[in-house]
């Protein structure tokens, strides 16, 4: 084993991924996600780096861009410099999508343009660095990635809601809240709007800003915001289906 990788339970695997426990245990057995086991007779445990090349390199790649202090425009083929760029790809998107999932291709794009132009709307002349996002798919394995690095959910909230101090309050609000104003307008809007498909369909949302993390299903009566152990700069989705 290398020293000071990062090693995670097989629940925690399980829950990045979207499976269960069972289903995880039975990739292990025929060899399609390998676990480790750090002891002889200890339980299956999963390094964090296979775990994300296995969700995809797109999600990876988002995540070391978004938490990365280097300031550098993403690979051409991932980049949206501006919101037509965003929104050609994303109809690209949708006509691909219809092809192979006609029953949710349009909620599908629906939540990731929201999540897009959320990103753009509340960086809107403030970016802190680099303009745009970071928005690949693959429909494969099944996934969208969207991230910015942008001001952040807390930033942008603070502006109409001063009494917010930390990212997970923020995250929570944007999820639950309808906010209204008329400079900024309607923000948290989108994403409440987001929630509201994911919990109806069977669509899975993982969603962090800062150090504050989501994760949402179909189902779910609440938003659970949890502290994550590293913070990130603007925005980071997943979208899987």
Request: hydrophobic share 40%.
């Amino acid at each position: 084993m290398i020293m000071n990788e990062t090693i995670i339970p097989i629940a925690q695997a399980a829950k990045m991924i979207g499976i269960s426990i069972d289903t995880l245990r039975r990739w292990d057995a025929s060899g399609k996600l390998i676990a480790i086991r750090p002891g002889k007779g200890s339980h299956r445990m999963y390094r964090l780096r296979d775990i994300e090349i296995f969700m995809t390199d797109i999600f990876s790649m988002a995540k070391r861009w978004v938490i990365s202090d280097v300031p550098e425009e993403p690979a051409k083929s991932f980049y949206c410099a501006n919101s037509s760029i965003f929104q050609t790809r994303l109809s690209r998107m949708e006509g691909e999508l219809q092809t192979v999932l006609p029953d949710l291709f349009s909620l599908i794009s629906s939540v990731t343009g929201e999540i897009g132009n959320n990103s753009f709307d509340h960086n809107l002349g403030k970016w802190p660095d680099i303009n745009g996002i970071f928005f690949a798919y693959d429909l494969s394995k099944k996934m969208v990635v969207l991230a910015d690095r942008g001001l952040g959910i807390l930033e942008t909230l603070k502006r109409v809601k001063e009494s917010l101090n930390n990212h997970q309050d923020a995250l929570k609000v944007a999820f639950t809240e309808v906010l209204t104003g008329r400079a900024p307008e309607h923000r948290g809007n989108g994403l409440k709007y987001v929630r509201k498909i994911v919990t109806g369909y069977p669509i899975r949302l993982t969603f962090q800003t800062g150090d504050a993390k989501l994760n949402l299903k179909e189902g779910d009566s609440d938003v659970i915001i949890e502290c994550s152990s590293q913070s990130l700069r603007g925005c980071l989705a997943l979208i899987r289906f």
